[in-house]
């Protein structure tokens, strides 16, 4: 098993800039938690810094052999590669643009093919990488039609994906076959998107992936995983167990784990307490990215809402538990009056080892520090530290549940 930290919480949309922010962080986190020895990232690269790096037929081998060689003189393997954000993740309003384009679009193919041919080739640089790689991947991207309308009058999308996704399972067959390295591209559940939970990711699989002979759905489910993201998993009140159960029981390996804490708030009947709370949380909204919240009301009903914005202009009193997609450092279990879903991660460790399913590759996704509120800059001394220390905080879990190491 593989740990590291995924670098989409540095900017950089060219080559140059992300080695720039690679050398400023990543170097720093690995002088502070494995200054010996190479260090897992989950590397991020844009569609834009990719045109520095060539195509999927290979073009331009020369810089990315030398991108290869300068994460392999530096100590940095990029095990895992985060293939969700094709565009720019750091500009001004990301929001709904980071689902763009969806898996229906044939520039969504290209862009993660040429993913896996690099990756395969920076990797084929390094002194300590496996032959095993993940790339995670957005859900499709989010819904052209109502989520309850989805596998009816969403059909023709669907199939659409589905075809762009076995074409890339060959791709990635063909690609394990040239160069003995085994690429699994892995579907990552988002709060609001076409799939959000481990029972949407299951249907499509069964009916629309696996749909050829027993020898091309075995390619599929080779080649095409699942990224769990525990933050995404917490803000749908999914149990974490339920989860892993249903992707092994239906034959569908986890990739990769990303390890993320979302945002919890009790609202309880103290007036002035709830009035504090909806302060601290209101201060999380923030315009660059979207904070899906879902809404546990005492009533038992579940009410969802597509950015934490809507949620605070909705009028109601708060009441119940609400949970925002606002990855917070994993180490801490609240930040001031608010909580975290920090104890997930301790139930996806267990559920893994519950049901005894492998997971290969366990990232570290806290993309946000640097749209936390201000009155949270303090929770670390500086981004590098505060990576570190998460990685540390991963390391101590990771033996409390007794998963083994590599």
């Known amino acids: 098993m ?19 922010n690679l050398e400023q ?5 690995k002088r502070q938690v494995s200054p010996d020895d190479a260090m897992p990232i989950g590397l991020w690269l844009s569609q834009s810094a990719m045109a ?8 331009q081998i020369d810089a990315t052999n030398a991108f290869g060689d300068w994460l392999a003189d530096h100590g940095l393997e990029p095990f895992t590669f985060n293939g969700f954000p094709q565009g720019d993740f750091h500009q ?4 709904h643009e980071v689902y763009l384009p969806t898996w229906a679009a044939s520039s969504r193919l290209d862009y993660t093919q040429k993913l896996a041919v690099v990756q395969t080739m920076l990797l084929a640089r390094s002194r300590s990488a496996s032959k095993f790689q ?6 499709l991207g989010w819904p052209p039609v109502s989520k309850e309308k989805l596998f009816s009058e969403g059909a023709g ?33 988002e709060p609001g998107c076409i799939f959000d939970t481990c029972h949407d990711i299951v249907r499509f699989f069964q009916e629309y992936l696996l749909d050829g002979t027993d020898q091309q759905n075995g390619m ?22 339920t989860a892993v159960l249903a992707y092994k029981d239906a034959g569908i390996q986890i990739g990769k784990i990303q390890v993320s804490s979302a945002i919890k708030v009790q609202f309880d009947g103290d007036e002035e307490s709830n009035r504090s709370k909806r302060e601290q949380l209101a201060q999380f909204s923030e315009p660059r990215y979207l904070h899906q919240t879902s809404v546990q009301r005492l009533d038992g009903s579940r009410q969802f809402y597509e950015d934490l914005s809507i949620a605070l202009a909705d009028g109601t009193t708060p009441e119940g538990e609400w ?21 997930d991660i301790g139930s996806i460790l267990n559920a893994i080892q519950q049901y005894d399913v492998h997971v290969e590759h366990f990232e570290v996704e806290t993309y946000a520090w640097n749209v936390l509120p201000q009155s949270h800059h303090g929770v670390a001394s500086n981004l590098a530290s505060g990576i570190a220390e998460e990685l540390k905080w991963f390391d101590a879990a990771r033996d409390r549940h007794d998963t083994k190491k590599a």
């Open 92 to 95: 001004e309003v990301v929001k």
């Open 52 to 59: 520095d790096l060539g195509d999927a037929n290979g073009a």
């Open 25 to 29: 962080f990543a170097c720093e986190v």
């Open 2 to 20: 593989k740990t590291g930290y995924c670098c989409n919480v540095h900017g950089g949309t060219t080559l140059d800039e992300v080695k720039a």
């Open 134 to 139: 993940t790339i995670s991947t957005l859900p």
């Open 323 to 343: 949970r925002v997609h606002f990855h917070v450092p994993i180490f801490a279990d609240r930040l001031g009056v608010i909580e975290s879903t920090r104890s």
């Open 220 to 241: 599929v489910l080779k080649h095409i995983g699942v990224c769990h993201d525990v933050c995404h998993s917490a803000v749908m009140f999914e149990d974490q167990a």
């Open 157 to 189: 999308f669907l199939s659409q994906c589905a075809a762009n996704l076995q074409t890339l399972a060959k791709f990635l067959a063909n690609l394990q076959q040239g160069t003995g390295s085994h690429v699994m591209v892995c579907i990552e559940p």
